[in-house]
């Protein structure tokens, strides 16, 4: 039985690393690793007491580089793991395993230890990326490796554990298995990341009030006098913090346990499925049965996805009859000389596709609010993001409808690639204008035009990071990772990369920070570009 689960979580590790997404998901490790001990000028700051900061010696690089592993890789990496079950759905692997004595509990078990093996593996290269940081530094070149690593060991793995375990959760729930809960879950994690720092939690929390209460101790015993409160998090630093020397943390007998104790409930998490997961049976659930017919239906070849019956609209004309109402308004006649118009028709239908009344009543509520804002830096401020994050689930189909609905083979056989390319990345254009049509008509009327050329950046830039994400992971869910917490530090007010010009009046790159973003939406173009005319070049 060991043997069988090992081999299970493991077969389905290798197939995960072997992904151009995986690839993606280690760079972001290492730049979270250079992110989280910062050089002493730079002006941003995770983890400080008050307006001090450690040195930077292996026990409190490990402890700061293993709680922002812990905070972010919960993070960023739930969006990446959680697609277990679906890939095994998807491929029909999931109908042979239901048809062998593999347990339900066992199948679960498995998942749960290939999606803790690859977060792990996160933490390993974050592990390494301490011990490099640390040497870079060079404000302490003494290394202690018990407390360089044990920090990943007590507080980012039960963190990452948990994650794992949730993924799993979330994926064997209709509603959570799309990307609700990727927006759900960035809400929980937010929640867990601030509360979880709190004194008196149970099991001490997230695990760092521990942390906070010996830097404290440490820092009476110097004699440093602290001016505010354990801050952990992203912040922009407005002045250089002073320092202290941390000696390091000794966990306690009981903090240990809190710590095992959450392994053991992530794993609970990660079997509590097995109550009502129907193990691929066909006749357990309208959604399963609807999802296995389309997987059969695209292995066989027959089924035609949304791409597909575009191209057979625009060559035997639209019905007047069928499809939605904006499929209708924005078929175009398959006249001569409108390739272009009509390929970003049918890009924007395909990208539109299967959106609910519920998101255009949304929609249109942010823009009434955009135009009738009291104040023009509420607009750019507030509303400016509340409009750029609610089409996020739309953005995230950019570059991978091709792959994910079976024809990019297909596809990739048709003439004028770029073209296609181009159109699809109009059609997410178009969708990031219209939802910020509110503020841009407000800047335009307050003839604001440093906040135009904010939001012009902004809108090339979502659909081109959009783009590049899906096209070189060939799955939504990396850019769904990658932009809430790019989305999160404008909207709360860190201007690391201001790609909306939403904090120009704070921001001392204001003027640059447009074509600055101008120039990165065009490199990621290229990227997309480049690509995809490589990936062509290997089929032919």
């Given at each position: 039985?060991?043997?069988?689960l090992?081999?299970?979580?493991?077969?389905?590790?290798?197939?995960?690393?072997?992904?151009?997404?995986?690839?993606?998901?280690?760079?972001?490790?290492?730049?979270?690793?250079?992110?989280?001990?910062?050089?002493?000028?730079?002006p941003?700051?995770?983890?400080?007491?008050?307006?001090?900061?450690?040195?930077?010696?292996?026990?409190?690089?490990?402890?700061?580089?293993?709680?922002?592993?812990?905070?972010?890789?919960?993070?960023?990496?739930?969006?990446?793991?959680?697609?277990?079950?679906e890939?095994?759905?998807?491929?029909?692997?999931?109908?042979?395993?239901?048809?062998?004595?593999?347990?339900?509990?066992?199948?679960?078990?498995g998942?749960?230890?290939?999606?803790?093996?690859?977060?792990?593996?996160?933490?390993?290269?974050?592990?390494?990326?301490?011990?490099?940081?640390?040497?870079?530094?060079?404000?302490?070149?003494?290394?202690?490796?018990?407390?360089?690593?044990?920090?990943?060991?007590?507080?980012?793995?039960?963190?990452?554990?948990?994650?794992?375990?949730?993924?799993?959760?979330?994926?064997?729930?209709?509603?959570?298995?799309?990307?609700?809960?990727?927006?759900?879950?960035f809400g929980?994690?937010?929640?867990?990341?601030?509360?979880?720092?709190?004194?008196?939690?149970?099991l001490?929390?997230?695990?760092?009030?521990?942390v906070?209460?010996?830097?404290?101790?440490?820092?009476?015993?110097?004699?440093?006098?602290?001016?505010?409160?354990?801050?952990?998090?992203?912040?922009?630093l407005?002045?250089?913090?002073?320092?202290?020397?941390?000696?390091?943390?000794?966990?306690?007998?009981?903090?240990?346990?809190?710590?095992?104790?959450?392994?053991?409930?992530?794993?609970?998490?990660?079997?509590?499925?097995a109550?009502?997961?129907?193990?691929?049976?066909?006749?357990?659930?309208?959604?399963?049965?609807?999802?296995?017919?389309?997987?059969?239906?695209?292995?066989?070849?027959?089924?035609?996805?949304?791409?597909?019956?575009?191209?057979?609209?625009?060559?035997?004309?639209?019905?007047?009859?069928?499809?939605?109402?904006?499929?209708?308004?924005?078929?175009?006649?398959?006249?001569?000389?409108a390739?272009?118009l009509?390929?970003?028709?049918?890009?924007?239908?395909?990208?539109?596709?299967?959106?609910?009344?519920?998101?255009?009543?949304?929609?249109a509520?942010?823009?009434?609010?955009?135009?009738?804002?009291?104040?023009?830096?509420?607009?750019?401020?507030?509303?400016?993001?509340?409009?750029?994050?609610?089409?996020?689930?739309?953005?995230?189909?950019?570059?991978?409808?091709?792959?994910?609905?079976?024809?990019?083979?297909?596809?990739?056989?048709?003439?004028?690639?770029?073209?296609?390319?181009?159109?699809?990345?109009?059609?997410?254009?178009?969708?990031?204008?219209?939802?910020?049509i509110?503020?841009?008509?407000?800047?335009?009327?307050?003839?604001?035009?440093?906040?135009?050329?904010?939001?012009?950046?902004?809108?090339?830039?979502?659909?081109?990071?959009?783009?590049?994400?899906?096209?070189?992971?060939?799955?939504?869910?990396?850019?769904?990772?990658?932009?809430?917490?790019?989305?999160?530090?404008?909207?709360?007010?860190?201007?690391?990369?201001?790609?909306?010009?939403?904090?120009?009046?704070?921001?001392?790159?204001?003027?640059?920070?447009?074509?600055?973003?101008?120039?990165?939406?065009?490199?990621?173009?290229?990227?997309?570009?480049?690509?995809?005319?490589?990936?062509?070049?290997?089929?032919?």
């Open positions: 039985m060991l043997k069988t090992t081999g299970l979580a493991m077969a389905d590790f290798r197939d995960r690393v072997r992904r151009p997404a995986y690839l993606a998901v280690l760079a972001a490790a290492v730049a979270l690793g250079y992110v989280a001990v910062p050089d002493a000028d730079t941003w700051m995770i983890m400080q007491v008050g307006d001090h900061r450690g040195i930077y010696n292996s026990a409190y690089v490990g402890m700061v580089t293993a709680l922002a592993a812990g905070l972010w890789i919960t993070l960023g990496g739930f969006s990446i793991v959680r697609n277990s079950i890939r095994d759905r998807s491929t029909r692997v999931g109908q042979l395993l239901a048809a062998t004595p593999l347990r339900t509990p066992a199948y679960l078990a998942k749960f230890l290939s999606n803790l093996l690859v977060l792990a593996s996160m933490l390993g290269v974050l592990a390494v990326t301490a011990l490099v940081m640390q040497l870079a530094r060079g404000e302490s070149r003494e290394i202690d490796p018990v407390a360089l690593w044990q920090p990943f060991v007590l507080i980012a793995l039960p963190l990452v554990a948990l994650t794992a375990a949730l993924a799993l959760l979330f994926e064997s729930l209709p509603v959570l298995r799309t990307g609700v809960g990727t927006v759900l879950w929980v994690w937010l929640v867990v990341a601030v509360a979880g720092q709190g004194p008196g939690l149970p001490d929390g997230i695990g760092v009030n521990s906070a209460r010996s830097m404290a101790a440490d820092m009476a015993a110097q004699h440093v006098h602290v001016t505010g409160s354990f801050s952990l998090g992203l912040t922009y407005d002045k250089p913090l002073g320092l202290f020397t941390w000696h390091g943390f000794t966990p306690t007998a009981g903090y240990v346990l809190g710590r095992v104790a959450l392994l053991l409930i992530a794993a609970l998490l990660a079997l509590l499925p109550l009502w997961f129907g193990r691929f049976d066909p006749a357990r659930g309208r959604g399963h049965r609807a999802a296995d017919e389309q997987a059969q239906a695209r292995a066989a070849g027959t089924a035609q996805p949304a791409a597909v019956q575009l191209v057979f609209l625009d060559e035997a004309g639209p019905d007047p009859a069928s499809g939605p109402i904006l499929g209708r308004v924005l078929r175009t006649r398959p006249e001569r000389g390739v272009s009509r390929l970003w028709a049918g890009e924007v239908r395909v990208l539109l596709q299967g959106v609910r009344w519920w998101w255009w009543l949304g929609a509520l942010l823009v009434v609010c955009g135009l009738t804002a009291p104040a023009l830096h509420g607009v750019t401020r507030v509303m400016l993001p509340l409009a750029w994050i609610w089409p996020v689930l739309i953005w995230s189909r950019l570059g991978t409808q091709r792959h994910e609905h079976g024809v990019e083979g297909m596809l990739g056989a048709c003439p004028a690639v770029r073209r296609r390319v181009l159109a699809e990345w109009a059609a997410g254009l178009t969708v990031t204008a219209a939802a910020g509110g503020p841009l008509v407000r800047v335009i009327a307050a003839g604001d035009w440093l906040a135009l050329a904010g939001w012009t950046g902004g809108a090339l830039f979502i659909p081109s990071l959009a783009m590049a994400l899906g096209t070189l992971s060939r799955t939504h869910r990396l850019f769904q990772a990658v932009y809430v917490p790019l989305w999160y530090s404008v909207a709360n007010g860190l201007p690391l990369f201001d790609f909306m010009g939403a904090l120009r009046d704070s921001s001392e790159l204001a003027t640059v920070q447009p074509p600055m973003t101008v120039l990165a939406a065009a490199a990621l173009m290229a990227v997309v570009l480049a690509t995809t005319a490589l990936r062509r070049f290997g089929r032919d």
